[in-house]
T-cell receptor, first 112, second 112 residues
Framework: DAKTTQPTSMDCAEGRAANLPCNHSTISGNEYVYWYRQIHSQGPQYIIHGLKNNETNEMASLIITEDRKSSTLILPHATLRDTAVYYCIVISLSGNTGKLIFGQGTTLQVKP | DAGVTQSPTHLIKTRGQHVTLRCSPISGHKSVSWYQQVLGQGPQFIFQYYEKEERGRGNFPDRFSARQFPNYSSELNVNALLLGDSALYLC???????????FGEGSRLTVL
């Protein structure tokens, strides 16, 4: 599975869009980009995933560059409850063992 | 709908003891994965079970073992506890071995 690189921390003003970048320059053609977040003292929560097209759900949008070497998770209107550690994970679904490799993630602090 | 449930939520053990942690997956989910999260780090993959068979194993010593029961619930056993085993143990379930995982709130183990 490809390695990902994320900034250690980011701040965002409440009500503004939070844009969290992720680099995955060694991603393979059959590998998906998944995003999870972990609010303090809770288990990780699935947010969104994509292969090459941009994706949107009720929580967030995922923008993947055309060369697939990087992506951005967008929380359109951040609230204080979005303060969490955000993990970008690249995995192949074929033959996957359910193993997610979590890095250090990005600690997003949403400020009033 | 009930999410992934884990028990106990907190426990304290002493070095050399053993511990059993339990996990009930979301109804209909046949895959269960276990992760260890040491304070300040991302979760690390320990095991994945699907249809009662081990499908993946992380880089953990043989002191760690697990099993999945016919009702798809799972147990994680750790023998000869060390201080370094103090961590949050997370269980995640999914419909299939791959795909998005749904995590429980974890069992926090303290080894004294």
């Amino acid at each position: 599975d490809a390695k990902t690189t994320q900034p250690t921390s980011m701040d965002c003003a409440e009500g503004r869009a939070a844009n969290l970048p992720c680099n995955h320059s060694t991603i393979s053609g059959n590998e998906y980009v998944y995003w999870y977040r972990q609010i303090h003292s809770q288990g990780p929560q699935y947010i969104i995933h994509g292969l090459k097209n941009n994706e949107t759900n009720e929580m967030a949008s995922l923008i993947i560059t055309e060369d697939r070497k990087s992506s951005t998770l967008i929380l359109p209107h951040a609230t204080l409850r979005d303060t969490a550690v955000y993990y970008c994970i690249v995995i192949s679904l074929s033959g996957n063992t359910g193993k997610l490799i979590f890095g250090q993630g990005t600690t997003l602090q949403v400020k009033p | 709908d009930a999410g992934v449930t884990q028990s106990p939520t907190h426990l304290i053990k002493t070095r050399g003891q053993h511990v059993t942690l339990r996990c009930s997956p979301i109804s209909g989910h046949k895959s269960v994965s276990w992760y260890q999260q040491v304070l300040g780090q991302g979760p690390q993959f320990i095991f994945q079970y699907y249809e009662k068979e081990e499908r993946g194993r992380g880089n953990f010593p043989d002191r760690f073992s697990a099993r999945q029961f016919p009702n798809y619930s799972s147990e994680l056993n750790v023998n000869a506890l060390l201080l370094g085993d103090s961590a949050l143990y997370l269980c995640a379930s999914s419909l299939r071995p791959s795909g998005e995982l749904f995590f429980g709130e974890g069992s926090r183990l303290t080894v004294l």
